[in-house]
Each structure stands twice: as structure tokens, then as C-alpha cells.
């Protein structure tokens, strides 16, 4: 399957050729055959933005603010490397929505994975799980024989320290390279296998975030999907493919502890499912940004997904919603982030909570993470397990699948927990 973006003939930007994509004039020289080969392939999405130009006002580096369109199909990336002092209107979130001062850190439980795999220790293990899915909605994992920060990872994941480096690295290159080579993938149709773009919602957010991503969806077995993932960085099929294999091993161990927790004993079907099921990974460049008190990476979200693993480099940024306030996880170099998603919120019947979540950004330093999303395979519909509705605890969730939830978020920002009320049964 293809992973370029709609051919249907469109409105050109109104951006000069000249300013399009690389901070010096002798790099565009260099690159002139890439340069006119960007502004096929950004003419291609333009309309589906329906962008209103805010240009106006100059930064206080001399250079003119670009207008919405612009932003939108350069992403931050882009913006951050032509060494932009002024954030750009269109990035500029509404005052009762900028992240303020976030000072206070979260302290995640610990589930230890070594535990899980001793018969012995399993039994507490998994009410430790059980806990840390129902209190707080996330968990962290860190590699084997490192030093732990304050006691705040699950511990012993297993996944070789060399797999977490290399995928981080081969995503960190992919986001430095020329914008005409990333833009052979830029397409703001959510439905899109291999998508690159920026923000959360291009197409629908009223303020871009600052964020770009490539979304990489897979199923098992990975050899159909791999093919149609980008070949640059050369290696980054061969890293990422790996790097997917081990994830999904160790989301199924995640989440056959999980079912255990819930008390679902007849869980096998699933089980062989999800051995089956979709999955996606999300690799996210949040540059340096100029001004981070006015804007976000990402929005207040939850995910839809069963679990998601996030993988992060050293640059802290994620922050959870508990207990009514925002607080910054610390992250942990080479550990993984573990949250409850949408459908495991469903599944449970509102036992487990998918968490809010956002991202705040920095002035100095950039930040790679990858975020795997992993559920049951697209056709699949899901809702509450039989087991955990009765009357005392009655249906509290429609039944989902993954075709409603993509035309949901076409259809919208898709921010807070918005999908999920929308599957809410009114009690």
C-alpha cells in the first residue's frame, strides 16, 4: 500500500520557494531538486488543512512570522532550526490552556517484572500491577542491573539495552533529515499506515502543538508492514522492526498480568488475539522551543490503545493528571513508561483508568521518545469483559472498534478524554 499523501490536484502554498526548507540559501541551492520535490508533495495537503494565514508581526531575530500554512506543513522542527526567538501566532495556546509552572515530580510504582516470571512472587506482583493500574494509570520499566532514581520503575523488562539505544538514535537521525526527504510521507490523513506530520490533530487543531511524529502502524507478523516504512535513515527498518518485535513480547506479558489482575480466567482467546493484534509506534521530535510558556507538545490526551510502552530519552517532559494536578515523571534512560489506554478503561468496565496526559517543552534542549500503542487487531470490537459486569457493577462502556474511534478523531481535536466519554453509558 502506498503512503503518500492524496494526488488530488490543490491550491499552492503561497510560501516563497526561496524560504521553504532550509535555514541557509546554499543549502536550498544544494538541494534544489529535493526543494521543488517538498513543495509537490506539501501542495498535496494543503487544502485538507483549510488553513487561515496569521502572518503578521516580526520575530525579534529579523525574520518575518510565518503564516498558518507554512507552520503547518514545515512542522517545529523546521521552525526551531532557523533559530526562531518568538514562537509563532499559530503555536500560541489561549492563556487558561498554557502549561504554567509545573514543579512537582510523580512518583510511579513499581512493578518488577522478574517478579511476574518467579511463580513464587507472581501472586504479589500482580496486585502491585493491579494497583498501579486502578491509583495512578501508569507504571515505568527500566533494564536490568541499572541504578533505580528513587525507587520509581518497574524493573527487569528484559529488552536489551542496545535495541532501546538504536531506536532512539535511528529516530533522532530521521527527524535531521533534509524536510524533503521526511515530506514523502507528510499526509494529514489519520487513517494513513505511515504518516508524517506535526502537532496532534494537523488537520483539525485550533493551535498547533509543537511536535512532530512519525506513526509507523504494524500488525504481527511485521514483515507486510515493514516494507512500507520510510528507508532513510537506511537502517531504520532493520532498528525499528526489532525494536517492535521485543515491545510487543513484552506488552503481552504486560497485559496477561493485567487480565490476571482483573480476575478474568478465561483469557486465552484474547490472548491469542492480541498475538495477532494492531499496533502502531509513534516516533516524536519535540524541538527546543523559543517561548515553551506559551505552548505544549501535546495536548491533555489519553490514549486508545489496551497499554501504551513509551520509551523516552533523558530530556524530561511527560507529565500525568493525578490527583487533580499536573506533575513531571522523571524519566529514566532506557526504561519504559506504561499507561493504561481507552480500551482498557472499556474492557475493565472502569476499573482501570486511562490517565490524562501531556507534554511540556524546554528552551534549550530536544526531545526523541517513541510511544507504542498495542490493542486488538482493527476489526475487533470490544467493550466491557463479561466477567466484570453484573448488578452491582453494570455496563458502563459501549462496544468500540478501531474504525469508530479514527473517524471520531477525523472528525475533531480529539484532546482530553473525549472519545471515551463519547462511549460513556449514561447511568
Not at 381 to 403: C, Q, S
Amino acid at each position: 500500500m502506498s503512503t503518500r499523501c492524496y494526488q488530488t490536484p490543490i491550491r499552492k502554498s503561497s510560501v516563497a520557494s526561496s524560504t521553504l526548507l532550509s535555514p541557509t540559501m546554499a543549502s536550498i541551492a544544494d538541494d534544489r531538486q529535493l526543494h521543488r520535490a517538498a513543495e509537490r508533495e506539501a501542495a498535496k495537503v494543503a487544502p485538507m488543512f483549510d488553513m487561515v494565514s496569521d502572518a503578521g508581526g516580526g520575530g525579534d531575530d529579523g525574520k518575518s512570522e510565518e503564516d498558518g500554512s507554512y507552520c503547518l506543513i514545515k512542522g517545529a522542527s523546521h521552525l526551531s532550526d532557523r533559530g526562531f526567538t518568538r514562537l509563532p501566532n499559530r503555536y500560541v495556546l489561549p492563556v487558561s490552556e498554557r502549561p504554567g509552572d509545573v514543579s512537582s515530580r510523580l512518583k510511579l510504582p513499581v512493578v518488577d517484572l522478574a517478579r511476574l516470571r518467579d511463580p513464587c512472587q507472581r501472586a504479589a506482583a500482580i496486585g502491585t500491577l493491579d494497583a498501579a493500574c486502578r491509583d495512578y494509570g501508569f507504571f515505568q520499566a527500566s533494564t536490568p542491573h541499572r541504578a533505580l532514581l528513587a525507587c520509581i520503575c518497574v524493573v527487569n523488562h528484559g529488552v536489551e539495552r542496545e535495541v532501546i539505544a538504536g531506536l532512539l538514535d535511528v529516530a533522532r537521525r530521521f527527524f535531521e533529515l533534509p524536510l524533503p526527504r521526511r515530506a514523502r510521507y507528510l499526509s494529514a490523513d489519520v487513517r494513513a499506515p505511515v504518516r508524517y506530520g506535526t502537532s496532534f490533530n494537523q488537520a483539525k487543531d485550533a493551535v498547533l502543538f509543537w511536535r512532530d511524529f512519525l506513526k509507523l502502524a504494524s500488525c504481527q507478523p511485521l514483515h507486510a508492514a515493514v516494507a512500507s516504512w520510510p528507508d532513510e535513515p537506511a537502517d531504520l527498518r532493520e532498528v525499528t522492526a526489532r525494536y517492535a518485535m521485543v515491545n510487543h513480547q513484552l506488552f503481552m506479558e504486560i497485559m496477561e498480568a493485567a487480565l490476571e489482575a482483573l480476575g478474568i480466567a478465561c483469557c486465552r482467546s484474547l490472548l491469542r488475539e492480541l498475538k495477532a493484534g494492531y499496533s502502531q509506534i509513534m516516533l516524536n521530535c519535540y524541538p527546543a522551543c523559543p517561548q515553551p510558556e506559551l505552548t505544549l507538545g501535546l495536548p491533555p490526551h489519553s490514549d486508545y490503545c489496551l497499554f501504551t510502552l513509551l520509551l523516552q530519552d533523558h530530556v524530561e517532559g511527560l507529565q500525568v493528571m493525578h490527583q487533580g494536578r499536573w506533575l513531571t515523571v522523571d524519566p529514566v534512560p532506557g526504561s519504559f513508561v506504561v499507561n493504561v489506554g481507552d480500551h482498557l478503561e472499556i474492557y475493565s468496565n472502569g476499573r482501570y483508568k486511562s490517565k490524562l496526559h501531556r507534554v511540556q517543552v524546554n528552551l534549550t534542549r530536544p526531545r526523541i521518545s517513541a510511544a507504542s500503542f498495542h490493542s486488538v487487531p482493527v476489526e475487533r470490537v470490544i467493550g466491557p469483559a463479561a466477567e466484570l459486569v453484573d448488578e452491582g457493577n453494570p455496563r458502563r462502556y459501549m462496544d468500540t472498534d478501531y474504525a469508530t474511534f479514527l473517524s471520531f478523531l477525523a472528525s475533531g481535536e480529539g484532546k482530553n478524554k473525549s472519545f471515551l466519554q463519547s462511549r460513556k453509558i449514561a447511568c
